[in-house]
């Protein structure tokens, strides 16, 4: 179980990036401009409406500020338990845990625009395990990811998406599950 919640605090960089856009939703507003600018590619959107620069620069900004709580949580010993390593470059995992998961998402994104899915529409599993494989692949260049860690986070991050999705819609927070 200890293994479990030391999966779980690791990768929450990568869930307040993923969150980040649905939190800020209402604010900066001059930051609410599609990344790719509503532009076309063979007649198809690339990213969508809803991929925004205010999502992408909060994403990154509340992975690096949790890591940076990560880090000043190891004075406790129940923190330094859930800890997978000393977090000394906590601004390098940070960024790397919200930039992968921002372009994760993206990747996403422009695979959906590809099949004809619509900014918002479910496309499961993917849309819960983007912006997990998109962190875990930028944060292992500089912490080395065991074969049990990477299974664990990614069946825990497929649940737990749907359930915070599930949570945040019933709460008002979403306008979708999804």
């Keep these: 179980m200890l293994f479990i919640a030391k999966c779980f605090y690791f990768m929450m960089p990568a869930y307040f990036a993923n969150m980040a856009p649905v939190i800020v939703k209402k604010w900066f507003n001059f930051l609410a401009v599609p990344i790719d600018r509503n532009r076309r590619l063979f007649g198809k959107g690339i990213f969508g409406r809803n991929k925004t620069w205010r999502g992408f620069i909060f994403g990154i900004i509340?992975?690096?500020?949790?890591a940076y709580l990560q880090r000043v949580l190891l004075n406790f010993k129940f923190f330094l338990k859930l800890s997978f390593f000393d977090y000394s470059n906590w601004f390098v995992f940070?960024?790397?845990?919200?930039?992968?998961?921002?372009?994760?998402?993206?990747?996403?994104?422009?695979?959906?625009?590809?099949?004809?899915?619509?900014?918002?529409?479910?496309?499961?599993?993917?849309?819960?395990?983007?912006?997990?494989?998109?962190?875990?692949?930028?944060?292992?260049?500089?912490?080395?990811?065991?074969f049990e860690m990477v299974l664990v986070i990614v069946i825990l991050s497929f649940f737990g998406h749907i359930f915070i999705n599930h949570l945040a819609y019933y709460l008002g927070i979403r306008d979708t599950k999804w």
């Design 94 to 146: 940070g960024f790397l845990m919200g930039f992968g998961a921002v372009i994760g998402d993206l990747i996403e994104s422009f695979f959906k625009r590809r099949i004809r899915i619509k900014p918002g529409e479910p496309f499961r599993p993917f849309d819960q395990l983007d912006f997990v494989f998109g962190a875990l692949l930028f944060v292992s260049f500089v912490f080395r990811l065991t």
């Design 62 to 66: 509340f992975s690096v500020v949790i």
